[in-house]
């Protein structure tokens, strides 16, 4: 973990495991205290556990990074950052804020117009350079390790503009990946069909696996890389209407925890954000759901979301 900002990473997923477990040891603290009579501390337990509660009921659930703080604009300069589902919502803003950071970004979803629309606003942020890329989620494993042999290809064309880049095979690849496309759902299970069920998985968990697996010898050789999924808070609270999406967020999450543990002391780090409900979809995008219209719920912005991401 030679970076800072995989030293952030680290320290967010140590800060994130603490702050899972607090609660429960909070709670058998509380009970002990009010046992053998220590009101002091049993009130101060009852404190931050409604803290805790607010915060789950509020959706926020992002203690970690609000404890961590930005990563540091420099962490991003001149790196080659891959974001899937870059071309409306949490993909675009963060190809924004990235780009803002001066990174060299390959953009990808399914409409060319859109990302080449993208591309030249994250250049006018500040991008050092930006590539669309285009592919289809659901196309498949062998056409999203295609996409992962474009996407090397893009990093070494781009490689001859970046800071420190000589150009050599070893100092070339991509050094984020960012799994953002998927799509959600507001439907009841039994109202689901099969065929959108195995829709949803190939988009939200298939395609990021075969992609992050067409990428891993790259990174494993260069011993650097950093893969971030977008998860769900559905992973963590039970979410009606969204039981097959929560499922494939859940899959893709264990799958980056497993993967975390195989590749940790090989220079790559893997990490997956759970955010609650963003308000992406305005301005004329319809957000990609399976089954209904979303309901209306309290949201952040995008932008904030990319930023705490
Ligand atoms: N918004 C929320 O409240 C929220 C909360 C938690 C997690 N998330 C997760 O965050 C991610 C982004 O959410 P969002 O709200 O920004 O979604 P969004 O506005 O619906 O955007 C979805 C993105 O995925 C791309 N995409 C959809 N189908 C694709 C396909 N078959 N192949 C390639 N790209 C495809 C879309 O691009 P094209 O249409 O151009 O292909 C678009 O860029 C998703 O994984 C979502 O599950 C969102």
Partial sequence: FPTRVAREMRRGTALTLALDVAPYA????????AAFGAP???????VVLATYAGNAVFGECD??????GDAPRSAYRGKTV??????????????????SMGAKLILSSRREETLRRVCEAATAAGAEDARALTLDARAGSAAMREKGAAALALAKEMAGSGDGADGTDADVGVDYLFHVAGGSQHAAAEDTADEVDRDMFELNTM????????????????????????????VKCPAPGQATYAA???????????????????????????PGPIATGLGGQTRVIFGATLAKSTCDTAADAAAAA
């Fill in 26 to 33: 909070l709670v058998a603290v509380a009970v002990f205290t």
């Fill in 40 to 46: 002091v501390l049993t009130r101060l337990c009852a």
């Fill in 63 to 68: 203690l970690a990074s609000w404890a961590l």
């Fill in 82 to 99: 891959w974001i899937t589902g870059a071309s409306q919502g949490l993909g675009e803003e963060l190809a924004l804020h990235l780009g």
């Fill in 207 to 234: 395609s990021a696996i075969a992609l992050t697996k067409a990428l891993l010898p790259s990174m494993l050789a260069r011993r650097k890389g950093t893969i971030v999924a977008i998860g769900s808070m559905a």
């Fill in 248 to 274: 494939t967020k859940a899959a893709l999450s264990a799958f980056c925890h497993s993967l975390r543990g195989e590749v940790a002391d090989r220079g790559v780090s893997v990490t997956v954000a759970h």
